[in-house]
């Protein structure tokens, strides 16, 4: 009896170790963590690594290579005339014979010689004084007429006669009308060339010629002539019969010009039917003409007889006032 008892408490206390094994591993696995209720802690922002700035040099730098290559063979060159052998060496086989050089005195200047140079007489002596260059202005061109254009697509020295028409049928003409004609005639004399020459031929009741043959062209000759067209209707007289541009260019036929400046309102008063072919004929024998107008339609009677004489001599054709 006695032995079961101690076998029964073998028993249980093997029993009790085995669970308190059991128990003191699964009470390790199972032990609860601390916790803590509150955490102090400091929050910083955290700035993103810079970045640095790397500046390319304004001027570009020059890098030297420290190595070459290249597929020459290397040489140890001496003084001498020999060939370059299989090695690459050039032996000397004689030594190179020096002249010697002339004894130079270094701690004496190298400059010339200052040279005495005697003058004779008494020496002047001129200072130049620099100006700047100032760029010269062009010149603006002269604004040419069409008159002016005309003339100066002739070839050759002209001569030109100028007929004023200051007839009856255009003494209501306003004076600035007749005044700007003028000026148009009188600023083409200031573009004639000294192997040009002119006359001026006015008519009315009268045929009033300028001078009796042309007049070279001069800076003064000019000068009188304008003076002369500036005033030509004073110089004419216009009581009685009509001349008309017809019986102008019968007159002007016998100089023989090479260009007749015609103004006129092309009314002819000399015939009582007016014919192109007959008008025509008058142009024989005035070279070119080139007739101009004021103040007319372009489809008016005396428009298109001055226009027919234009055409039918090779001349050219102004309406002044529709240009």
């Known amino acids: 009896m006695k032995y079961k008892s101690s076998t029964s408490l073998f028993i249980s206390f093997v029993l009790h170790l085995i669970i308190g094994i059991i128990g ?3 009470w390790f696995n ?51 005339n020999q060939p370059v052998s299989q090695q690459g060496v050039v032996s000397a086989s004689e030594p190179t014979v020096f002249q010697p050089f002339e004894k130079v005195n270094l701690s004496e200047g190298v400059a010339p010689e200052p040279v005495d140079i005697k ?11 620099e100006q700047p260059v100032k760029k010269q202005q062009k010149t603006p061109e002269r604004p040419k007429s069409r008159l002016v254009k005309f003339i100066e697509a ?16 255009l003494q209501n003409l306003a004076d600035y009308k007749l005044k700007k004609i003028i000026d148009i005639m009188r600023d083409s004399l200031t573009f004639l060339e000294p192997h040009d020459s002119y006359n001026i031929i006015a008519f009315s009741t009268e045929l009033v010629a300028y001078q009796d043959g042309y007049v070279p062209v001069t800076q003064d000759s000019v000068d009188i002539s304008s003076g002369y067209l500036a005033d030509i209707k004073s110089r004419i007289h216009t009581d009685g019969s009509d001349h008309d541009m017809l019986t102008a260019l019968t007159e002007t036929a016998k100089e023989s010009p090479t260009i007749v400046v015609l103004f006129s309102d092309g009314i002819p008063t000399s015939i009582d039917t007016p014919d192109l072919k007959l008008i025509g004929e008058h142009a024989g024998g005035n070279g070119k003409i080139f007739a101009m107008s004021i103040g007319l339609a372009p489809d008016f009677p005396g428009a298109v007889m001055l226009k027919h004489l234009s055409v039918v001599s090779n001349g050219d054709f102004w309406l002044v006032d529709r240009d």
Do not use: W
């Not at 390319?56 to 060159?77: M, V």
């Not at 002739?154 to 049928?169: A, M």
């Open 24 to 26: 003191f591993f699964y």
């Open 30 to 80: 199972t032990m609860p963590s601390h916790h803590a209720d509150s955490i102090d802690a400091i929050f910083t922002t955290v700035e993103d690594p810079k970045t640095k700035r790397i500046t390319p040099p304004k001027r570009t730098q020059i890098r030297r290579d420290t190595a070459q290559t290249t597929n020459q063979t290397n040489l140890k060159i001496l003084t001498s």
């Open 119 to 129: 003058f004779e007489g008494p020496v002047q002596i001129r200072r130049g004084v």
């Open 154 to 169: 002739q070839q050759g020295p002209q001569r030109i006669v100028y007929c004023i028409d200051l007839s009856s049928s």
